[in-house]
């Protein structure tokens, strides 16, 4: 007698290898149906931003090949995720669903109430962990708390029982006698077309071949020196992971033991699972301070401004420069990003959310947990933040992370022709050079939005502020 099958609902798990959902419906002998429902318009939901749905379309596109290579097929599917399941359950008698667990608080709520429905209706709903090295409930302080704290959370995941090998993709699977209808990926619009911005997106390639290509190049070129450095965006020292992370074409385990030899970066995966802790913990921390100060901090919100931060005119080259890497790839370099959110949080004194809001919608890495935590940490009001009177100093970081200015040349071509000593302070620059170079700051370049040593008295006066208060 033929068994009922068995679906497979993928989200941010967009790989065959290392996927337990997948491999245990498969290890059942079941036909197995994979499928993906693109529900983002639901309450509480944090609807996918332009980036992420240009990333998102390339990994399914690519999934949905491997799938092919097994005999399968990804059904696509639009709508409230508990009602695309039933519709599919009722179309192809399956006898229930497998699923790997995501975090965010509003995927918590919707999969705890899907489970609880199916299992009342005595179906199968199985949930595996696919996407963090670490449950958040597992890690725990001495006390029985969550940690706030970085340094000792990661101590406490290096002391808990190491991550598990990998498993390889299946290399066979059952698939059903008829398969379901499913969406058009082209139906769904998630490339951009007028105007098409995505152009320089081209240096990524999404999905899960892309990730394996991606972890082995960085594993063989860059970990060995990835401590000293990951800093310098000038050069391809990082791993450029994140968005594959994100989606889940390849698993932090896979990355965690590939990467073992560097403690540091292991502690950068360290980071982004302390992010999910905290996010597990705190759900509201996408949209409210963690420290309760800070909810009152004196924001100087400036429409001018805060354009002038997106489209990276500031005056300001480092900055500038990632604004528009990130702008061109829907990337940035670390360090860069801290640069970047630092200026617009105190030189500029604009609401970390206006800077987490903007990220969200343009970086193909966008994740719930790592913007959130790692916003809240520049801006001084989150778990383990910076010093609120730690104040990157925009020229002083350009001339030791990128100390020839190759990183500025490249994403501010105005600036290209400038020397090094130049680069990262243009409006210091004597008039010949300037000439030389075709610069001219106010018009092919412009002149600094605010003064450094203003805006960061400035910065200080106001944190000072939340510090008397308090």
Known sequence: MSLSPLLVWFRQDLRLSDNPALREAIATGAPVVPVYILDDDAPGVWRMGGASRWWLHHSLASLARDLGDLGLKLILRRGRSAACLDALIGETKAAGVHWNRCYEPFAVARDKTIKADL???GLVAKSFNANLLFEPWTIVSKTGTPFRVFTPFWKACLAAEPPSAAVPAPKKASAPGAWPASDA???????PTKPDWAGGFSVWTPGEAGAQARLASFVATALSGYA????RPDIEATSRLSPHLHFGEISPRQCFHAGASSTKFVAELGWREFSHHLLFQLPDLPETALRTEFRDFPWRENPAHL?????GATGYPIVDA????LWQT???HNRVRMIAASFLVKHLLQPWRAGEDWFWDTLVDADLANNAASWQWVAGCGADAAPYFRIFNPMLQGAKFDPDGAYVRRFVPELARL????IHTPWEAPAD??????VKLGVTYPNPIVDHGEARARALAAFQSLKEAA
């Not at 354009?307 to 489209?311: D, N, P, S």
């Not at 050079?433 to 075709?438: E, I, K, P, S």
Request: a positive charge; zero cysteines.
């Open 228 to 231: 000293s450095s990951r800093d």
């Open 322 to 325: 990632g604004m528009r890497e």
């Open 433 to 438: 050079v300037l000439a030389r170079a075709g």
């Open 419 to 422: 020397p090094a000593e130049h």
């Open 185 to 191: 990926l082209d139906a769904w619009a998630l490339l």
């Open 307 to 311: 354009r002038a931060w997106r489209k």
């Open 330 to 332: 829907g990337w940035m």
């Open 119 to 121: 299992e009342a209706r």
